[in-house]
Structures are given as structure tokens and as C-alpha cells.
Nanobody, 117 residues
Framework: QVQLQESGPGLVKPSQTLSLTCTVSGGSITTNYYYWSWIRQAPGKGLEWMGAIAYSGSLYDSPSLKSRTSISRDTAKNQFTLQLSSVTPEDTAVHYC?????????WGGGTLVTAAS
């Protein structure tokens, strides 16, 4: 059973960069045809897909966040990371890492990141 766990600071100041790490266990981030995504949910809003990194290392960006997001991975640690630059209070959200082949089969528990001074 694949398990994902998000980690990172819960508070980020406006204009700074949000950085989160997803640690994967029970499976490899290089498993063929699996995609590893970041998804967020702001208070009172729906889920928003932020981007993904594929088993091959290929990157997929959200058009609305493309200029501010950077997703990378560390295959030795079986982790993938998210960086979101120039945060504003509107970036306050619960952030999830998730993975799957045709759908998001596995989800982390989510971590709240608040953008505030």
C-alpha cells in the first residue's frame, strides 16, 4: 500500500516561497506510469491541481500557477517537492500530495500552509 506524507512549514510570509516535501513509502516514485501530484484546497473552495511530476521525471504545470511553481524529486529519498514562489494570503490552503496511474489513487493527509505576516 502506497502511503504519502506531506511535510513543511505551516506558516509562510507573503512574498516568500512555500516549500513542501512529500515522502512516499510502500512504492517507488519511479514506478512506471505513475504520476505524483500536488493539490491544494483553499478555505471554502474546491480542490486545485497545482502540478505533477511523472515516473519518468517529466513535469506538468498548472496554467494558472505555472510561473510560480517548481516541482522536483529526489529518487534516492523517494520524495518529491513543491515550491510556490511569491505567496500571498490567497495561497493559504491545505496542500495534498497524491499519486496514481489513471486517477488519484493515493493521497497524503494534507498539511495546512498559511500565508500571513
Amino acid at each position: 500500500q502506497v502511503q504519502l506524507q506531506e511535510s513543511g512549514p505551516g506558516l509562510v510570509k507573503p512574498s516568500q516561497t512555500l516549500s513542501l516535501t512529500c515522502t512516499v513509502s510502500g512504492g517507488s516514485i519511479t514506478t512506471n506510469y505513475y504520476y505524483w501530484s500536488w493539490i491544494r484546497q483553499a478555505p471554502g473552495k474546491g480542490l486545485e491541481w497545482m502540478g505533477a511530476i511523472a515516473y519518468s521525471g517529466s513535469l506538468y504545470d498548472s496554467p494558472s500557477l505555472k510561473s510560480r511553481t517548481s516541482i522536483s524529486r529526489d529518487t534516492a529519498k523517494n520524495q518529491f517537492t513543491l515550491q510556490l514562489s511569491s505567496v500571498t494570503p490567497e495561497d493559504t490552503a491545505v496542500h495534498y500530495c497524491a499519486s496514481g496511474h489513471d486517477a488519484m489513487e493515493y493521497w497524503g493527509g494534507g498539511t495546512l500552509v498559511t500565508a500571513a505576516s
